[in-house]
């Protein structure tokens, strides 16, 4: 069964760093866009950083401006995010995004709940 796993999120002070991970099992991984996705306590999805399957392209979110970090190990099968100069703003809960075979991501469009693989989330908090 295709299954994507986030960890790594917790509690951090303002101005700190946390890395996620993003471990995938059951899919072809190398062939994939990947993306983060974050979701804040009543609010809609929104995203946050994909990387590209073949060259590693990435592509931000406007409000990340170089605080974060998105890459990718396929022979891992896994995916990160490094998140620097975090900012109580940024709490929420993130998830990673498998994308369908040659589809990409871009700033605007949430993939749906069906709509590629998601993981269950990792949480978050970031105090002032």
């Known amino acids: 069964q295709a299954q994507l796993a986030e960890s790594g999120g917790g509690l951090v002070q303002a101005g700190g760093s946390l890395r996620l991970s993003c471990a995938a099992s059951g899919v072809t991984f190398g062939s994939h866009d990947l993306g983060w996705y974050r979701q804040a306590p009543g609010k809609e999805r929104e995203f946050v950083a994909a990387?590209?399957?073949?060259?590693?392209?990435?592509l931000y979110a406007n409000y990340v401006k170089d605080r974060f970090t998105i890459s990718r190990d396929n022979a891992k099968k896994m995916m990160y995010l490094q998140l620097n100069r975090l900012t109580p703003e940024n709490t929420g809960t993130y998830y990673c995004h498998s994308m369908h075979e040659r589809l990409q991501y871009d700033r605007t469009n949430v993939p749906t709940p069906s709509f590629g693989l998601w993981g269950q989330g990792t949480k978050v908090s970031v105090s002032s």
């Open positions: 990387i590209n399957w073949s060259d590693d392209t990435t």
